[in-house]
């Protein structure tokens, strides 16, 4: 049985600083962004806990490739990708949470 994926990127409050993640459980991993969980980790020490894109998948392995294409872009990407699905660049996450 395969498990469902997504992709995700986060950023700051002034939308300086990105992050893109993969996770099998969307509104657990940003409810974990926005605690900040992990205290030691990049999106806490940076505050990085606002979601301004995501993509769906149905398995997790799709997933992972397409977190591996995003991450591999420059941010010149990353911004057009995001101002695709989020011009105005406002937190998505109140869809999950």
Do not use: C
Not at 23 to 44: M, Q
Not at 55 to 73: L, M, W
């Amino acid at each position: 049985m395969e498990r469902g994926g997504a992709i995700y990127i986060l950023t700051n409050k002034n939308n300086t600083v990105l992050y893109t993640g993969v996770t099998s459980d969307l509104r657990k991993r940003l409810y974990e962004h926005k605690n900040k969980i992990h205290p030691s980790g990049f999106t806490a020490r940076y505050n990085v806990s606002k979601l301004v894109y995501f993509e769906v998948f149905s398995s997790i392995e799709e997933a992972i490739a397409r977190e591996k294409q995003i991450k591999g872009g420059s941010r010149k990407k990353k911004n057009q990708l995001i101002d695709s699905l989020n011009p105005d660049w406002k937190d998505l996450s109140g869809e999950f949470l």
